[in-house]
């Protein structure tokens, strides 16, 4: 019998072999590598997402509570509220921990007092607010009623302010409150319509004349009640501590529900 010749690869057929395994191989290596950065990313920025929302729910469920009492008399006085009191309860923004006592429209730091334990007394654990200080997020945990004429103050010794996110973790690069009077909210003097042209400008009881912001405010001692509505919006900003690659911003905007009723 004879056997058939047999023939196997040359060697350039085999290098042109490993040549393509190699080629394919590289590129499933490219691909997998790249995917998994990609889910690594994504997770990251997802779990840094988590901490922003769930930190700004905290913030926006707190604050819209600002100025409420749960005593009987607020709801037929309202210049009666212990707790939404013009320069001492009533919510109020600070722009830093720099600048603590100065009132802004828009700052780092926002003030306020809610009847938290439902007693109809102010008390300390009645002053409540937050800030940002040196990229962490703080929660006034409870004031001085004792030892403050004013509870208006970004930082006061006397308070209490507790971390509410972890350094370690995340590292808040903004915090911004912003009232932006005249536009989200609004102030309304109730004298109007009286039948006068207070704001001199030859129109009796235009729409100017009833908003508090658009027309000079009463003086002091002039009886005049004003009702302003609140809205806040809140812009927070982070990163990841250890990956400041990965960066999350949102915004919410919150209405307080009790509003803001003075005389002037």
Same mark, same amino acid.
Request: negative net charge; aromatic residues 4%; contains cysteine.
């Given at each position: 019998?004879?056997?058939?010749?047999?023939?196997?690869?040359?060697?350039?057929?085999?290098?042109?072999?490993?040549?393509?395994?190699?080629?394919?191989?590289?590129?499933?290596?490219?691909?997998?590598?790249?995917?998994?950065?990609?889910?690594?990313?994504?997770?990251?920025?997802?779990?840094?997402?988590?901490?922003?929302?769930?930190?700004?729910?905290?913030?926006?469920?707190?604050?819209?509570?600002?100025?409420?009492?749960?005593?009987?008399?607020?709801?037929?006085? *309202?210049?009666?509220?212990?707790?939404?009191?013009?320069?001492?309860?009533?919510?109020?923004?600070?722009?830093?921990?720099?600048?603590?006592?100065?009132?802004?429209?828009?700052?780092?730091?926002?003030?306020?007092?809610?009847?938290?334990?439902?007693?109809?007394?102010?008390?300390?654990?009645?002053?409540?607010?937050?800030?940002?200080?040196?990229?962490?997020?703080?929660?006034?945990?409870?004031?001085?009623?004792?030892?403050?004429?004013?509870?208006?103050?970004?930082?006061?010794?006397?308070?209490?302010?507790?971390?509410?996110?972890?350094?370690?973790?995340?590292?808040?690069?903004?915090?911004?409150?912003?009232?932006?009077?005249?536009?989200?909210?609004?102030?309304?003097?109730?004298?109007? *319509?009286?039948?006068?042209?207070?704001?001199?400008?030859?129109?009796?009881?235009?729409?100017?004349?009833?908003?508090?912001?658009?027309?000079?405010? *009463?003086?002091?001692?002039?009886? #005049?009640?004003?009702?302003?509505?609140?809205?806040?919006?809140?812009?927070?900003?982070?990163?990841?501590?250890?990956? #400041?690659?990965?960066?999350?911003?949102?915004?919410?905007?919150?209405?307080?529900?009790?509003?803001?009723?003075?005389?002037?």
């Amino acid at each position: 019998m004879r056997c058939g010749n047999q023939k196997g690869l040359t060697l350039v057929e085999l290098l042109i072999s490993i040549t393509i395994g190699l080629g394919i191989l590289a590129a499933a290596s490219t691909f997998y590598v790249t995917t998994a950065v990609s889910s690594v990313s994504s997770m990251a920025s997802s779990r840094l997402n988590h901490e922003l929302t769930t930190l700004m729910s905290v913030m926006v469920q707190d604050i819209r509570r600002a100025g409420y009492s749960s005593h009987d008399d607020v709801k037929t006085d *309202p210049l009666s509220n212990d707790f939404n009191s013009v320069d001492e309860t009533a919510l109020t923004i600070r722009p830093s921990i720099a600048n603590p006592a100065s009132a802004a429209t828009s700052g780092q730091c926002i003030l306020y007092a809610y009847d938290a334990d439902s007693d109809e007394d102010l008390g300390n654990l009645d002053i409540l607010g937050f800030r940002l200080n040196n990229g962490v997020v703080q929660m006034r945990q409870q004031g001085d009623v004792a030892a403050n004429a004013r509870h208006d103050h970004c930082n006061d010794g006397d308070d209490t302010w507790l971390d509410i996110t972890d350094g370690n973790l995340i590292s808040i690069t903004g915090l911004t409150f912003d009232s932006n009077p005249g536009v989200a909210s609004q102030c309304l003097n109730v004298r109007e *319509p009286d039948d006068v042209d207070n704001d001199g400008d030859g129109t009796i009881d235009n729409d100017e004349e009833a908003d508090c912001y658009d027309a000079p405010l *009463p003086t002091n001692g002039s009886g #005049d009640i004003t009702v302003e509505t609140r809205e806040i919006l809140i812009t927070l900003a982070g990163e990841l501590a250890n990956d #400041d690659f990965v960066k999350v911003e949102i915004e919410k905007t919150v209405r307080v529900r009790n509003d803001l009723v003075r005389e002037r």
